[in-house]
């Protein structure tokens, strides 16, 4: 072999090892999962871990998000839009059991099933017909309407007409997990060696506060489409931590727990920087039953002192969009107004309730969870309320648990900061927070109108009809009687270098499947 | 006539034992109940969890029962040497978790020690034989900064300048990732300076006090040559400050990894502990402070023992004359 031929030889293996190097894909996946089984987590670490590892009947694409062909390759829908019938692909589990329809009746009552404690079940439980009453333990797993007619179709029956099915089919809870594996292996099936999946990818490691290691999984439908030789899940909490590491090219790909809010002045900069409003709103929430806020007079006049195009300008600066109206727009629905800045009508308003100036108004505190950038929000808007109204509110920090405890549990609040991600892309996901007694209603919201027009619009078929009810809802309880104060919808960021990876997109609903990703 | 262990020694152990048993109980007794006393619960989350889903969950995990029965199950599980399972990692034992924390931990804390006491040693031996020198003054000024610049300010510091300045170290990780042992330096360096430049202040100061004594100035005078004597001597006599420095040194460099593994994502048991506190992880916080307050007292049982080891007068008898 002459010497030109070695150096040749040489070049191409270092070719060939960069390019199999470059397959390794690493990023920060925020805290520690809870778990990585899809029926008992939450969280969106999770949720990206599991998109890796399972693979339910329908995916998100990964520019719109939209529901795609998953596990299932085709279905079809009844007229009425309560029956939906799957033809799954022909396919097996990573450890070579043939996949078949019976493995997702199975998989979904696993979920419907009490001592499961599934945090999601009554996703499935409100939904299908004959699942709530199984998940409360008053009726038999033979009359939840999900069948398997056949090996490969699976056919399930809804309680109403469920235009976003599909949507919601793309959520955790609906994942396909392996009953037998969990059978076998009891709370220790999701253990490197124990584990089985039907995702693009399988579990290789699982150091606790550490990583989550996963490997192409040879046995997935589409394997030949699977760009990635593995895939890294770091657990890192802190995000100037996380960030650092992007920096420093430790990490290939910086998810939202890489970006730190005081910091967004250099990071808004980068060219490798992508971000798109999202559907996660940002709010305060008012407890109705206190002083001063009992008076909706009050309530608007907070509401109405506070110019929003000002605060996501001039100090969150990320992208983020101002709204007065809850709800974002969607399908047909359409956001409402709400009530826009218009500082004379505020002053009008709380002089009528008796606060001429802000004299006389009684202490008030806002309570938040300790976090750099609501503490920044806060200082805001005391210091626009002190502006615009006189009014001197205090400001109250919790840590996480606290704060959800006087939130949730003890309601001792008078004015809190809140958010809410829909679970799927529908308006009666963030209306139905403030139906009485609801369990999420922590401002003790009540108002029977709007009830009544809640009830009105799940009986509805979608369409206009429907989605005009739910804007009437909103306009309830935003315009007339300001539950909340609406401030921005947030913004879905991140940071990856175009030229090396592929396959995550700035989308909307801020879920970027691993199946999609690849190095270029 | 007295009873029991003939041996000074049998008889110290004996008394530390169950001293350690007693310090033991009533730590976990507290923490026990002060953990339960915080507000939320290990299952509390944005979106509430529906009623009936909460109650499947607390009767699996027996929280449904009362304080004092939870207490007695937690000691009779304990004493079989089951910590229970995480309520946050649902897939881990809490033994499993700490099995897991504890290697990176020790490996960073007993580095660090190391590091700090024989570093702090030899410094401050130095400056003391070279005192009022250019070696004194740099020594004591660097010492300076290792004991006010608190550990939060020194790791992002080194970070900024070892690892994005230059690239010369991983800003953080542990050592299975791509750049090895390497990620040990910078979590280490931090947790050591302090501590390193405490025992040089302390060693500085009573070696010149020995020094200026007789039995220094007897072994001048017999001709010993100079190491012997600084070795053998001096050494000897001025360690004892730096081993009573020693206890507060480990209980700091315990609470340093808190802070330490943060900053550098080490998977210890500092980060887990400050996870499993603001998660409210009932036992997984329970094992890490049995683990903490284990390390603790083993640590002061073995300051202890060294006492006897440098200065002879100190018994660990009761009788001793």
Known sequence: ?520 | MKRGPKSPMLRFLLRRGLSLAATLFLVITLAFLLIRLAPGGPFASEKQLPPEILASIQRRYHLDESVPRQYLRFLGDLAHGDLGPSYRYQDFSVDELIRDALPPSMTIGALALLLALVGGVSLGTLAALRQNSWLDYTAMALAVVGISVPLFVLGPLFKLGFALRHPWLPTSGWIDDRRGWLTLILPVATLTLPYLAGIARLTRASVLEVLRSDYVRAARAKGLSEPVVVLRHVLRGALLPVLSYLGPACAGILTGTVVVETIFAVPGLGRLSVQAAINRDYTLIMGDVIVFAVLLVLMNFLVDLGYGFLDPRIGHGADAP
Not at chain 1, 32 to 40: F, G, M, V, Y
Not at chain 1, 47 to 54: G, K, M, N, V
Not at chain 1, 75 to 81: E, F, G, K
Not at chain 1, 323 to 342: E, L
Request: glycine letters at 8%; aromatic letters at 12%.
């Open chain 1, 1 to 520: 072999m002459t010497a030109g031929r070695g150096a040749r030889w040489v070049l191409l293996a270092l070719l060939a090892a960069r390019a199999l190097c470059a397959q390794d894909f690493v990023f920060n996946n925020g805290p520690e999962p809870q778990s990585l089984d899809p029926a008992r987590t939450s969280g969106v670490p999770e949720t990206r871990i599991s998109d890796a590892l399972f693979e339910g009947l329908v995916v998100n694409d990964a520019r719109t998000g939209a529901p795609v062909p998953g596990l299932a390759e085709r279905w079809t829908i009844s007229p009425d839009l309560k029956t939906y019938t799957f033809t799954l692909r022909a396919t097996t589990w990573s450890d070579g059991t043939p996949l078949t329809a019976q493995d997702v009746v199975d998989a979904w009552l696993r979920v419907l099933e009490p001592r499961t404690g599934a945090p999601y079940a009554y996703l499935l439980g409100d939904s299908i017909q004959g699942a709530s009453a199984f998940s409360h333990g008053r009726g038999p797993a033979a009359d939840v309407a999900i069948r398997a007619l056949d090996p490969r179709t699976f056919r399930v029956t809804f309680v109403g007409p469920l235009p976003y099915a599909l949507a919601m089919l793309t959520h955790n809870a609906f994942m396909v997990t392996p009953s037998f594996a969990v059978r076998r292996y009891g709370p220790g099936w999701t253990r490197p060696g124990h584990f089985v999946g039907n995702g693009p990818y399988v579990l290789k490691a699982w150091k606790p506060q550490n990583k989550v290691v996963v490997v192409k999984n040879p046995r997935y439908w589409d394997a030949r489409d699977i760009h990635l030789a593995s895939i890294t899940f770091l657990a890192i909490e802190d995000q100037n931590v996380a960030y650092d590491k992007y920096l420093a090219h430790e990490i290939d790909y910086a998810t939202e727990d890489a970006i730190p809010t005081a910091r967004i002045d250099e990071i808004r900069l980068r060219p490798d920087y992508h971000h798109v409003p999202g559907s996660t709103v940002y709010y305060f929430l008012f407890n109705v039953t206190r002083k001063p806020f009992d008076d909706v007079r009050v309530r608007k006049a907070l509401a109405m002192a506070i110019d929003r195009q000002e605060l996501v300008d001039g100090v969150l600066k990320a992208g983020e969009v101002a709204t007065a109206g809850f709800v974002p727009t969607m399908g047909g629905f359409h956001t409402t107004r709400g009530n826009a800045f218009d500082l004379d009508q505020a002053r009008r308003l709380l002089a009528q309730a008796g606060y001429p100036g802000g004299r006389g108004f009684p202490p008030c505190t806002v309570v938040y969870n300790t976090s750099a950038r609501h503490r920044t929000i806060c200082e805001w808007l005391q210091q626009t309320w002190r502006r615009g109204l006189g009014i001197d509110v205090q400001l109250q920090n919790l840590e996480w648990n606290t704060f959800l405890d006087t939130k949730q549990k003890t309601h001792a609040f008078q004015l809190a900061r809140a958010s809410w991600l829909a679970d799927y892309p529908d308006p009666s996901n963030y209306l139905d927070l403030f139906r009485t007694g609801a369990g999420n209603n922590d401002g003790r919201y009540s108002n029977p109108a709007f009830d009544r027009l809640m009830a009105r619009a799940e009986t509805l078929a979608p369409g206009p009809v429907r989605d005009r009810t739910l804007e009437q809802a909103e306009t309830l309880l935003v315009d007339q009687d300001q539950a909340l104060i609406p401030l921005f919808f947030y913004v879905n960021k991140f940071l990856l270098d175009d030229r090396r990876w592929g396959g995550i997109y700035a989308n909307t609903i801020d879920i970027h499947h691993p199946r999609w990703w690849f190095a270029r």
